[in-house]
């Protein structure tokens, strides 16, 4: 039983508070969701704002994201335990790691600038910015990208970057151009773009994802899936404001109708959909 409340002020200027009930199916949360959009619905004018649908996104685009920082937590915690196990010198150690490895606050790009070249983000692209000597040709780079691996350089020089990436990409949707004739830009397109990257290569310092900077809400960051469940939700809300039939109500009239078209013989005046 999932209750939703908070104790109502005594001041007649606040608006009134009151409590929510549902039980939550796990084999069917939208059965849940949809309940609580009921309740938000009569209790609220919150789905009436233009900006309802782009809230929710973002609801469900942060407790996505504090699922996923929860689950790593838990690996990295049983990953340290066979090392403080080992010997009391080396819990030290691990600490000592973790010091010298904490996140650090994103740039204005929400990416990282580093001494050779740096890096910013959105939800959806990655893009690589590395200075390179004034009149460099595009014939002189050296430009190889996979799923999960970017080297970049001059030819006749060590790579500038050549490493495994943070997350996957699309490399057909990867591309690289030269700026002026001294600046390198590669555009990384990512494999999952509900997901903001630690680093651009492994092994360089992590950014604190927290301290990003977010781009607007909108629905279509959404994957498909939870995309579409948001929006059934919103109609089904609107539907029941203006009295009239919802998704699944809707679905059922079209399947009465069809096997009334099929059985004309039959008497269907008294005919209810439950």
């Not at 929710?56 to 929860?70: F, N, P, S, T």
Request: some cysteine; hydrophobic content about 35%; glycine content about 4%.
């Amino acid at each position: 039983m999932a209750i939703i409340s908070e104790v109502e002020d005594e001041s007649s200027t606040r608006p009134r508070i009151l409590p929510f009930r549902a039980t939550l199916d796990s084999s069917n949360p939208s059965s849940f969701l949809e309940k609580v959009f009921d309740f938000l619905g009569e209790q609220s004018d919150f789905l009436k704002k233009p900006s309802a649908a782009e809230e929710i996104a973002a609801a469900v685009r942060a407790a996505k994201e504090k699922l996923r920082k929860a689950e790593k937590k838990a690996v990295e915690k049983e990953s340290v335990k066979p090392a403080m196990a080992a010997s009391s010198s080396e819990p030290i150690q691990v600490e000592e790691k973790k010091q010298e490895a904490a996140p650090i606050a994103p740039n204005k790009g929400n990416g990282y600038d580093l001494e050779n070249y740096s890096w910013v983000q959105t939800l959806q692209e990655v893009t690589v910015n590395i200075p390179v000597p004034t009149g460099t040709k595009a014939r002189s780079v050296v430009y190889e990208i996979k799923k999960n691996r970017l080297k970049l350089g001059l030819k006749g020089q060590d790579p500038i970057i050549d490493g495994e990436l943070y997350r996957s990409v699309k490399p057909d949707d990867c591309y690289w151009n030269i700026e002026d004739q001294k600046m390198i830009s590669i555009l990384l397109t990512k494999q999952d773009q509900m997901e903001w990257w630690k680093c651009c290569v492994k092994g360089e310092p992590e950014i604190d994802t927290q301290k990003v900077e977010p781009e607007n809400s909108k629905l279509a960051d959404l994957d498909p899936e939870t995309r579409s469940t948001v929006e059934k939700m919103m109609f089904d809300q609107r539907q029941k404001q203006m009295g009239l039939p919802t998704s699944d109500e809707l679905q059922k009239q079209d399947i009465l109708k069809k096997f009334m078209s099929q059985h004309p013989e039959m008497d269907f005046s008294n005919a209810k959909i439950n």
